[in-house]
């Protein structure tokens, strides 16, 4: 098995080039049956991805760019997404294993009932994405990622870790965030600050969190 390791998560990774493996190009992810194995799917301009009750197991997604994109009950195991374009895709009710998603845009995205195992994002673009009650299961991370303006609601990403990202204005709402890795990134324009008890940081970012919460409570800072 291939492991990736950021911070306090070790993610354990699709082994999809192993000698003799072999995955089948596909023309499209939707299979009647339900479930879609060993494959590979991309250099796809789309006008609408849809996908409902629907398994991706053991698989390669790339280059895919899609206008409308809505997922409902989309469970991905052993699955990697990159290079692509899945703009402000609706996606709901579904779980994550072992999975890469790289180098892929999200923006304005909603991320809704997810369920994370073994899953990393990296080097995506997230801008304006909202995470609504998406739980972290297992280990994972967002590295080198994109975060302005995002916001989580109602999350457990306990343990999670976030590496080297923007997080310009990301807002963390309600929401259980215990053993969480912020280390490594800008901390001083987050929202949301008071909801991040016991979360991991580097001493140098305590003040960043000081500005935050700050700039947060609109606190006038001075002699006069």
Not at 7 to 34: H, K, M, Q
Not at 154 to 166: A, P, Q
Request: negative net charge; contains cysteine.
């Amino acid at each position: 098995m291939s492991t990736r390791t950021f911070g306090t998560a070790t993610i354990t990774t699709p082994d999809l080039d192993e000698p003799g493996f072999y995955l089948t190009n596909v023309s499209t992810l939707d299979n009647p049956r339900g479930a879609l194995q060993d494959f590979t799917f991309g250099d796809a301009d789309l006008r609408s991805l849809g996908l409902t009750d629907t398994q991706l197991i053991t698989g390669r997604i790339h280059s895919v760019r899609a206008q409308r994109v809505e997922f409902e009950s989309l469970n991905l195991h052993s699955v990697e997404i990159t290079g692509s374009d899945l703009g402000a895709a609706r996606w709901n009710e579904s779980k994550l294993t072992r999975v890469v998603i790289r180098d892929t845009k999200l923006l304005g995205a909603a991320l809704d009932g997810l369920v994370l195992d073994d899953v990393l994002f990296e080097n995506c673009k997230l801008d304006y994405t909202t995470f609504t009650k998406v739980r972290s299961t297992g280990p994972v991370a967002f590295a080198g990622c994109i975060l302005t303006e995002a916001t989580f609601t109602d999350c457990d990403l306990s343990n999670v870790v976030l590496s080297d990202c923007t997080l310009r204005l990301t807002e963390f709402g309600p929401g259980r965030y215990r053993g969480a890795d912020l280390r490594g990134n800008d901390l001083t324009t987050l929202r949301g600050v008071a909801h991040l008890a016991k979360v991991r940081i580097d001493p140098g970012q305590q003040h960043d969190l000081t500005q935050a919460l700050v700039s947060e409570l609109d606190i006038a800072v001075g002699d006069d």
